[in-house]
Protein backbone atom coordinates (compact mmCIF):
# COMPACT_ATOMS: atom_id res chain seq x y z
CA UNK A 1 0.00 0.00 0.00
CA UNK A 2 2.81 2.47 -1.09
CA UNK A 3 -0.09 5.32 -2.02
CA UNK A 4 -1.43 5.02 1.73
CA UNK A 5 -0.79 7.18 4.45
CA UNK A 6 -2.33 5.26 6.84
CA UNK A 7 -0.86 2.21 5.93
CA UNK A 8 2.21 3.89 6.42
CA UNK A 9 1.24 5.13 10.02
CA UNK A 10 -0.09 1.88 11.19
CA UNK A 11 3.68 0.31 9.69
CA UNK A 12 5.42 2.54 11.44
CA UNK A 13 3.25 2.52 14.84
CA UNK A 14 3.57 -1.67 14.79
CA UNK A 15 7.44 -1.21 14.37
CA UNK A 16 8.35 1.74 16.01
CA UNK A 17 9.91 -0.16 19.39
CA UNK A 18 11.95 -2.61 16.39
CA UNK A 19 12.97 1.01 14.58
CA UNK A 20 14.31 2.19 17.79
CA UNK A 21 16.56 -0.76 19.04
CA UNK A 22 18.28 -0.71 15.76
CA UNK A 23 19.74 2.74 16.36
CA UNK A 24 21.29 1.40 20.12
CA UNK A 25 24.49 0.57 20.68
CA UNK A 26 25.47 -2.94 21.32
CA UNK A 27 25.80 -2.01 25.26
CA UNK A 28 22.79 -1.08 25.29
CA UNK A 29 20.84 -4.58 24.76
CA UNK A 30 20.29 -7.46 26.73
CA UNK A 31 21.91 -10.84 26.10
CA UNK A 32 18.55 -11.57 23.96
CA UNK A 33 19.66 -8.63 21.74
CA UNK A 34 16.70 -6.76 23.15
CA UNK A 35 15.91 -3.52 24.71
CA UNK A 36 15.50 -2.83 28.80
CA UNK A 37 13.81 -0.49 30.49
CA UNK A 38 17.10 1.38 31.08
CA UNK A 39 18.06 1.19 27.59
CA UNK A 40 19.21 4.49 26.41
CA UNK A 41 19.17 6.12 23.00
CA UNK A 42 22.17 8.76 21.71
CA UNK A 43 21.08 11.92 20.12
CA UNK A 44 23.04 10.94 17.37
CA UNK A 45 20.68 7.93 16.67
CA UNK A 46 17.80 10.28 16.94
CA UNK A 47 19.25 12.35 14.54
CA UNK A 48 19.40 9.28 12.15
CA UNK A 49 15.82 8.69 12.58
CA UNK A 50 14.95 12.11 11.31
CA UNK A 51 15.40 10.75 7.60
CA UNK A 52 11.85 8.92 8.73
CA UNK A 53 10.48 11.39 10.69
CA UNK A 54 9.47 15.15 11.11
CA UNK A 55 6.97 17.36 12.05
CA UNK A 56 5.30 20.77 13.65
CA UNK A 57 4.72 22.53 17.33
CA UNK A 58 1.04 22.99 18.12
CA UNK A 59 0.14 22.52 14.11
CA UNK A 60 2.84 25.84 13.88
CA UNK A 61 2.95 25.14 9.73
CA UNK A 62 6.69 24.73 9.96
CA UNK A 63 7.69 21.67 9.35
CA UNK A 64 10.98 20.93 11.80
CA UNK A 65 13.79 17.89 12.00
CA UNK A 66 13.00 15.01 14.54
CA UNK A 67 16.02 16.60 16.69
CA UNK A 68 14.88 19.64 16.73
CA UNK A 69 11.34 18.93 18.16
CA UNK A 70 13.17 16.50 20.43
CA UNK A 71 15.49 18.74 22.08
CA UNK A 72 12.38 21.70 23.03
CA UNK A 73 12.69 22.19 26.73
CA UNK A 74 9.23 21.13 26.98
CA UNK A 75 9.15 17.80 25.55
CA UNK A 76 12.64 16.46 27.85
CA UNK A 77 10.04 15.17 30.55
CA UNK A 78 7.75 13.10 27.99
CA UNK A 79 10.77 11.65 25.88
CA UNK A 80 13.31 11.10 28.67
CA UNK A 81 16.12 13.73 27.61
CA UNK A 82 18.65 14.05 29.65
CA UNK A 83 21.12 17.50 29.01
CA UNK A 84 24.19 15.93 30.49
CA UNK A 85 24.42 12.44 28.56
CA UNK A 86 22.76 13.94 25.73
CA UNK A 87 20.56 10.29 25.50
CA UNK A 88 16.96 9.40 25.47
CA UNK A 89 15.15 7.03 28.06
CA UNK A 90 14.40 3.98 25.12
CA UNK A 91 10.45 3.59 27.01
CA UNK A 92 9.90 7.06 27.45
CA UNK A 93 11.12 8.20 23.58
CA UNK A 94 8.79 5.15 22.13
CA UNK A 95 5.80 6.45 24.39
CA UNK A 96 6.45 9.90 23.22
CA UNK A 97 7.09 9.29 19.24
CA UNK A 98 4.41 6.89 19.51
CA UNK A 99 1.34 8.84 20.84
CA UNK A 100 2.94 12.17 18.74
CA UNK A 101 2.83 10.37 15.52
CA UNK A 102 0.22 11.13 12.59
CA UNK A 103 -0.69 10.52 9.24
CA UNK A 104 1.19 13.13 7.01
CA UNK A 105 -0.84 15.54 5.72
CA UNK A 106 1.28 16.41 3.03
CA UNK A 107 1.39 13.06 1.68
CA UNK A 108 0.35 10.99 -0.77
CA UNK A 109 -3.71 10.37 0.43
CA UNK A 110 -3.90 14.08 1.53
CA UNK A 111 -3.00 15.06 -2.31
CA UNK A 112 -5.63 12.78 -3.89
CA UNK A 113 -8.32 13.81 -1.60
CA UNK A 114 -7.48 17.43 -0.87
CA UNK A 115 -5.59 18.93 -3.23
CA UNK A 116 -5.93 20.75 -6.12
CA UNK A 117 -6.71 19.00 -9.13
CA UNK A 118 -4.91 19.34 -12.42
CA UNK A 119 -6.93 18.92 -15.85
CA UNK A 120 -3.53 18.18 -17.86
CA UNK A 121 -4.69 15.01 -19.27
CA UNK A 122 -7.69 14.50 -21.65
CA UNK A 123 -10.19 12.18 -21.40
CA UNK A 124 -9.52 9.66 -24.28
CA UNK A 125 -12.62 8.70 -25.83
CA UNK A 126 -14.13 4.95 -25.27
CA UNK A 127 -11.12 4.48 -22.51
CA UNK A 128 -12.26 2.70 -18.66
CA UNK A 129 -10.27 4.49 -16.37
CA UNK A 130 -9.63 8.63 -15.63
CA UNK A 131 -6.59 9.59 -15.21
CA UNK A 132 -5.86 11.70 -11.77
CA UNK A 133 -3.57 14.57 -11.56
CA UNK A 134 -3.36 16.82 -8.49
CA UNK A 135 -0.78 19.33 -6.77
CA UNK A 136 -0.34 19.45 -2.96
CA UNK A 137 -0.86 23.18 -2.07
CA UNK A 138 2.51 24.98 -1.01
CA UNK A 139 1.11 26.40 2.27
CA UNK A 140 4.37 25.09 3.90
CA UNK A 141 7.82 26.90 3.94
CA UNK A 142 10.33 24.92 3.20
CA UNK A 143 8.42 21.76 2.13
CA UNK A 144 8.41 20.93 -1.30
CA UNK A 145 5.11 20.58 -3.20
CA UNK A 146 3.78 16.84 -4.40
CA UNK A 147 2.47 16.03 -7.67
CA UNK A 148 0.54 12.97 -8.51
CA UNK A 149 -0.59 11.38 -11.89
CA UNK A 150 -2.21 8.11 -11.64
CA UNK A 151 -4.01 6.03 -14.39
CA UNK A 152 -2.77 8.20 -17.67
CA UNK A 153 -4.03 5.76 -20.33
CA UNK A 154 -3.39 6.21 -24.10
CA UNK A 155 -2.23 9.40 -24.00
CA UNK A 156 0.62 12.35 -24.54
CA UNK A 157 0.95 14.52 -21.87
CA UNK A 158 3.59 17.43 -21.64
CA UNK A 159 4.23 20.09 -19.26
CA UNK A 160 6.58 22.58 -18.11
CA UNK A 161 5.21 24.91 -15.57
CA UNK A 162 5.66 26.24 -12.10
CA UNK A 163 3.50 23.78 -10.32
CA UNK A 164 6.56 20.91 -11.27
CA UNK A 165 9.46 22.86 -10.34
CA UNK A 166 10.84 21.40 -7.31
CA UNK A 167 7.62 18.86 -6.86
CA UNK A 168 8.51 15.36 -5.76
CA UNK A 169 6.18 13.83 -8.41
CA UNK A 170 4.70 9.96 -8.71
CA UNK A 171 3.40 8.38 -11.53
CA UNK A 172 1.49 5.66 -10.73
CA UNK A 173 -0.48 3.19 -13.28
CA UNK A 174 0.21 4.98 -16.51
CA UNK A 175 0.04 2.70 -20.11
CA UNK A 176 0.47 3.00 -23.04
CA UNK A 177 1.21 6.65 -22.76
CA UNK A 178 4.02 9.34 -23.37
CA UNK A 179 4.92 11.90 -20.65
CA UNK A 180 6.63 14.76 -20.64
CA UNK A 181 7.81 16.83 -17.69
CA UNK A 182 9.82 19.62 -18.68
CA UNK A 183 11.04 21.45 -15.91
CA UNK A 184 13.41 21.22 -12.37
CA UNK A 185 12.23 18.10 -10.30
CA UNK A 186 13.01 17.51 -6.87
CA UNK A 187 11.98 13.68 -7.08
CA UNK A 188 10.43 11.20 -8.96
CA UNK A 189 8.83 7.86 -8.19
CA UNK A 190 7.68 5.61 -11.57
CA UNK A 191 5.84 2.90 -10.16
CA UNK A 192 3.29 0.06 -11.59
CA UNK A 193 3.69 1.73 -15.21
CA UNK A 194 3.73 0.01 -18.70
CA UNK A 195 4.95 0.20 -22.34
CA UNK A 196 5.22 4.18 -21.51
CA UNK A 197 8.08 6.80 -21.97
CA UNK A 198 8.85 9.29 -19.48
CA UNK A 199 11.13 12.33 -20.39
CA UNK A 200 11.98 14.22 -17.18
CA UNK A 201 13.71 17.64 -16.43
CA UNK A 202 16.79 17.11 -14.48
CA UNK A 203 16.01 15.66 -11.29
CA UNK A 204 18.07 17.15 -8.52
CA UNK A 205 17.54 14.12 -5.57
CA UNK A 206 16.59 10.53 -6.65
CA UNK A 207 14.30 8.70 -9.38
CA UNK A 208 12.98 5.33 -8.53
CA UNK A 209 11.21 3.06 -10.70
CA UNK A 210 9.83 0.29 -9.28
CA UNK A 211 7.13 -2.70 -10.92
CA UNK A 212 7.37 -1.27 -14.46
CA UNK A 213 7.79 -3.41 -17.71
CA UNK A 214 8.38 -2.10 -21.04
CA UNK A 215 8.86 1.44 -20.10
CA UNK A 216 11.27 3.79 -21.20
CA UNK A 217 13.12 6.49 -19.00
CA UNK A 218 14.93 9.48 -20.29
CA UNK A 219 16.44 11.66 -17.87
CA UNK A 220 18.79 13.58 -15.95
CA UNK A 221 19.33 12.76 -12.15
CA UNK A 222 21.45 12.77 -8.97
CA UNK A 223 20.36 8.96 -8.50
CA UNK A 224 18.51 6.40 -10.27
CA UNK A 225 17.30 2.82 -8.65
CA UNK A 226 15.06 0.00 -10.22
CA UNK A 227 13.51 -2.81 -8.25
CA UNK A 228 11.16 -4.84 -9.77
CA UNK A 229 11.49 -3.83 -13.41
CA UNK A 230 11.12 -6.01 -16.46
CA UNK A 231 12.21 -5.08 -20.23
CA UNK A 232 12.60 -1.34 -19.00
CA UNK A 233 15.51 1.07 -21.01
CA UNK A 234 17.11 3.89 -19.49
CA UNK A 235 18.66 6.68 -20.84
CA UNK A 236 20.86 8.97 -18.42
CA UNK A 237 23.25 11.38 -17.45
CA UNK A 238 24.07 11.13 -13.76
CA UNK A 239 26.60 11.36 -11.31
CA UNK A 240 26.58 8.54 -9.55
CA UNK A 241 25.97 4.40 -10.38
CA UNK A 242 22.67 3.84 -11.19
CA UNK A 243 21.28 0.85 -8.46
CA UNK A 244 19.45 -2.19 -9.16
CA UNK A 245 17.51 -3.88 -6.28
CA UNK A 246 16.00 -7.23 -6.88
CA UNK A 247 13.47 -8.50 -8.51
CA UNK A 248 15.05 -6.96 -12.24
CA UNK A 249 14.74 -8.73 -15.64
CA UNK A 250 16.25 -7.02 -18.76
CA UNK A 251 17.00 -3.73 -18.15
CA UNK A 252 18.82 -1.69 -20.51
CA UNK A 253 21.28 1.02 -19.94
CA UNK A 254 21.88 4.00 -22.76
CA UNK A 255 23.41 7.37 -23.11
CA UNK A 256 21.17 10.47 -22.28
CA UNK A 257 20.12 11.32 -26.12
CA UNK A 258 17.81 14.40 -26.04
CA UNK A 259 17.38 17.91 -25.69
CA UNK A 260 15.02 20.84 -25.34
CA UNK A 261 16.07 24.58 -24.75
CA UNK A 262 15.33 24.85 -21.09
CA UNK A 263 17.22 22.06 -20.39
CA UNK A 264 21.14 23.04 -19.29
CA UNK A 265 19.22 26.21 -17.47
CA UNK A 266 17.13 23.38 -15.36
CA UNK A 267 20.13 21.46 -14.98
CA UNK A 268 22.16 24.73 -13.61
CA UNK A 269 19.09 24.80 -10.95
CA UNK A 270 19.08 21.57 -9.92
CA UNK A 271 23.00 21.99 -9.37
CA UNK A 272 23.85 18.89 -11.79
CA UNK A 273 26.55 19.07 -14.41
CA UNK A 274 27.62 16.79 -17.78
CA UNK A 275 30.61 14.97 -15.50
CA UNK A 276 30.41 13.01 -13.76
CA UNK A 277 28.50 10.73 -15.61
CA UNK A 278 28.24 6.70 -14.63
CA UNK A 279 25.00 5.61 -16.92
CA UNK A 280 27.09 2.84 -18.04
CA UNK A 281 28.38 1.49 -14.38
CA UNK A 282 24.96 0.43 -12.70
CA UNK A 283 25.54 -1.15 -9.59
CA UNK A 284 23.49 -4.72 -8.74
CA UNK A 285 22.77 -4.50 -5.09
CA UNK A 286 20.70 -7.50 -3.36
CA UNK A 287 22.07 -9.83 -5.89
CA UNK A 288 20.05 -13.23 -6.25
CA UNK A 289 21.46 -16.59 -6.91
CA UNK A 290 19.20 -16.82 -10.17
CA UNK A 291 20.52 -13.74 -11.33
CA UNK A 292 21.43 -13.73 -15.20
CA UNK A 293 20.81 -11.19 -17.40
CA UNK A 294 19.50 -8.15 -15.21
CA UNK A 295 20.97 -5.93 -17.17
CA UNK A 296 23.14 -4.64 -20.45
CA UNK A 297 24.39 -1.61 -22.17
CA UNK A 298 22.53 -0.80 -25.01
CA UNK A 299 24.29 -1.83 -28.11
CA UNK A 300 25.27 1.12 -30.48
CA UNK A 301 23.23 -0.74 -33.33
CA UNK A 302 19.92 -0.02 -31.71
CA UNK A 303 20.80 3.51 -30.55
CA UNK A 304 18.81 6.32 -32.20
CA UNK A 305 18.35 9.86 -30.27
CA UNK A 306 15.15 11.43 -29.06
CA UNK A 307 13.72 14.23 -30.51
CA UNK A 308 11.67 16.02 -28.02
CA UNK A 309 8.34 17.69 -30.49
CA UNK A 310 7.61 20.52 -28.51
CA UNK A 311 8.69 24.53 -29.21
CA UNK A 312 10.26 26.50 -26.14
CA UNK A 313 12.25 29.61 -25.18
CA UNK A 314 16.29 28.62 -24.12
CA UNK A 315 19.81 28.13 -25.72
CA UNK A 316 20.54 24.55 -25.20
CA UNK A 317 20.41 23.21 -29.07
CA UNK A 318 21.96 19.71 -28.94
CA UNK A 319 22.60 16.97 -26.15
CA UNK A 320 24.64 18.03 -23.44
CA UNK A 321 27.74 16.29 -23.04
CA UNK A 322 27.79 15.15 -26.12
CA UNK A 323 27.58 10.79 -27.15
CA UNK A 324 29.95 8.64 -26.39
CA UNK A 325 32.53 7.70 -29.48
CA UNK A 326 30.97 4.45 -30.09
CA UNK A 327 27.09 5.70 -30.18
CA UNK A 328 28.31 8.55 -31.83
CA UNK A 329 29.91 6.82 -34.88
CA UNK A 330 26.60 4.13 -35.10
CA UNK A 331 24.57 7.47 -35.72
CA UNK A 332 27.05 8.91 -38.16
CA UNK A 333 27.27 5.28 -40.33
CA UNK A 334 23.49 5.88 -40.35
CA UNK A 335 23.15 8.79 -41.43
CA UNK A 336 25.86 7.65 -44.37
CA UNK A 337 23.33 4.79 -44.74
CA UNK A 338 20.39 7.31 -45.43
CA UNK A 339 22.63 9.96 -47.72
CA UNK A 340 23.58 6.71 -50.22
CA UNK A 341 19.97 5.91 -50.19
CA UNK A 342 18.56 9.56 -51.13
CA UNK A 343 21.68 9.52 -53.65
CA UNK A 344 20.38 6.31 -55.42
CA UNK A 345 16.56 7.36 -55.80
CA UNK A 346 18.25 11.00 -56.99
CA UNK A 347 20.32 9.07 -59.75
CA UNK A 348 17.68 6.24 -60.85
CA UNK A 349 16.26 8.80 -63.47
CA UNK A 350 12.37 8.42 -63.04
CA UNK A 351 9.92 9.64 -64.75
CA UNK A 352 7.51 11.83 -62.73
CA UNK A 353 4.80 9.06 -62.62
CA UNK A 354 8.11 6.77 -61.44
CA UNK A 355 8.53 8.84 -58.59
CA UNK A 356 4.67 9.58 -58.05
CA UNK A 357 4.17 5.67 -57.49
CA UNK A 358 7.51 5.47 -55.65
CA UNK A 359 6.24 8.21 -52.94
CA UNK A 360 3.58 6.22 -52.34
CA UNK A 361 4.73 2.85 -51.59
CA UNK A 362 7.38 3.98 -49.13
CA UNK A 363 4.55 6.33 -47.39
CA UNK A 364 2.04 2.98 -47.21
CA UNK A 365 5.48 1.40 -46.05
CA UNK A 366 6.04 3.76 -43.51
CA UNK A 367 2.42 3.75 -42.95
CA UNK A 368 2.72 -0.03 -41.99
CA UNK A 369 6.03 0.42 -39.57
CA UNK A 370 4.23 3.18 -37.82
CA UNK A 371 1.11 1.11 -36.91
CA UNK A 372 3.01 -2.21 -35.89
CA UNK A 373 5.37 -0.25 -33.70
CA UNK A 374 2.84 1.67 -32.14
CA UNK A 375 4.54 4.86 -33.10
CA UNK A 376 1.63 6.16 -34.99
CA UNK A 377 -0.31 6.30 -31.85
CA UNK A 378 2.88 8.62 -30.16
CA UNK A 379 2.14 11.19 -33.66
CA UNK A 380 -1.35 11.06 -33.47
CA UNK A 381 -1.19 12.36 -29.86
CA UNK A 382 0.96 15.25 -30.57
CA UNK A 383 -1.71 16.85 -32.53
CA UNK A 384 -2.77 19.76 -30.83
CA UNK A 385 -6.89 19.71 -28.78
CA UNK A 386 -9.40 21.62 -30.67
CA UNK A 387 -9.58 25.62 -29.03
CA UNK A 388 -12.32 24.61 -26.97
CA UNK A 389 -10.75 22.22 -24.80
CA UNK A 390 -10.41 23.43 -21.60
CA UNK A 391 -7.19 22.60 -19.26
CA UNK A 392 -6.50 24.02 -15.65
CA UNK A 393 -3.83 26.43 -15.70
CA UNK A 394 -0.68 25.40 -13.82
Not at 222 to 240: I, V
Amino acid sequence: QNWNDQEHLAFVQSHLLDMLELLLEPEQLSASSHSSCSSLVSFEAVCALGFLLEGTVSNSGTVQPLQELALRQSCHGHNGYSKVSRTFSLPKLESWLRSSLTANPLGMTACLKAGRKLAWAQQVEGATRRAKIACSARVVPGVSPMVIMSQVYRQTLAKSSNTLVGAHVRIHRCNESFIYLLSPLRSVTIEKCRNSTFVLGPVEMSVHVQSCDNIKVIVVCHRLSLSSTTGCTFHTLTPTQPLILSGNQAASFAPFHTHYPMLEDHMAQVGLATLPNYWDSPMLVCRDSGDTGVFRLLPPSDFYTFVIPFEMEGDTTETPGGLPQEYQEALSQREQQVQVWQRTVKEAGLTRDQRKQFQTLVENKFYEWLVETGNRQQLDSLVPPAPSSKQAAG
